[in-house]
Each structure stands twice: as structure tokens, then as C-alpha cells.
């Protein structure tokens, strides 16, 4: 008879512990000033970079573990691996055009300590050298 009541107090009670236990949101350790960077138009055969923002939005020192690419076009190269609180760091990202094509590469971010993977993106268009001429005359 008292059970259904005591059930019904008991249960958000210990919701509340679970949660309150939780570790922090990882999510919320750092911040990018965008998720993609588009290019627009690139000339084949012609490197193309670009810069992230990332901002150490937590109350703790970041490190960032490993930086990389989904392929070998792609080159992320970060400004530095430690990030204290409020601080930032410059992840330069270099796009070389090697094929006539549309594309979306991603680079990944791991800090340590984490098991979360960050994922930034660029795209763009890549146009034979007539063509991108043709598009943007000298």
C-alpha cells in the first residue's frame, strides 16, 4: 500500500544521484569558430588553406592528442597542443587540389584524456587551370 508512494519518491531521488555523478560534458571542453570552411573555387594542382579557431571553453587545461585528415590531400596542422582556459589555438588546414572535382574532406580532433572525435570539414570545387581562368581572369 505504501510502496507505490515510497516507488514514486525514490526513483527521481536516485536520477538526480546518477546524474549528479556524471562527468562533465566533454562536448562543452572547446569550441570552433566554424564546423566548415568552403573554398569556394580552387585551381587543380594549386594548395589552398584555411584556419579554425578552437577556444578552450572549459576550467581546465586541454590537450590536444592527435590531429588528422580523412585523406592524404588534407593536411591539419595545429598552432599548439596545450590550450589553458580561454585560450585559443589556430588549426591551419591545407587543401591540395590533386583531381578535377567537388569535394568535403574532414579533419578530426581528439583531445586526450577523451574519447570524443571533433570533426571539421572543407569543401569547394576544383576546376582545370582553363576553366578557373576562364571563371576568374587576371
Known amino acids: ?6 516507488i514514486t519518491l525514490i526513483i527521481p531521488l536516485c536520477t538526480n544521484i546518477i546524474l549528479a555523478q556524471s562527468p562533465a560534458n566533454e562536448v562543452n571542453q572547446i569550441r570552433f569558430n566554424k564546423g566548415v570552411h ?6 587543380l594542382g594549386v594548395p589552398a588553406t584555411c584556419s579554425f579557431t578552437i577556444t578552450n571553453t572549459s576550467k581546465k587545461k586541454i590537450e590536444i592528442e592527435k590531429t588528422w585528415a580523412g585523406c592524404g590531400c588534407t593536411t591539419p596542422k595545429i598552432s599548439r597542443n596545450s590550450i589553458t582556459p580561454g585560450q585559443q589555438a589556430q588549426l591551419s588546414v591545407t587543401y591540395n587540389a590533386g583531381a ?3 569535394f568535403l574532406k574532414e579533419i578530426y580532433i581528439k583531445l586526450k584524456g577523451s ?18 581562368q576562364q571563371k576568374f581572369p587576371s
Open 38 to 43: 568552403n573554398f569556394g573555387f580552387l585551381q
Open 100 to 102: 578535377e572535382e567537388v
Open 1 to 6: 500500500m505504501y510502496m507505490k508512494p515510497l
Open 115 to 132: 574519447d570524443n572525435v571533433y570533426v571539421l570539414r572543407v569543401k569547394g570545387q576544383v576546376l582545370s587551370k582553363k576553366e578557373y
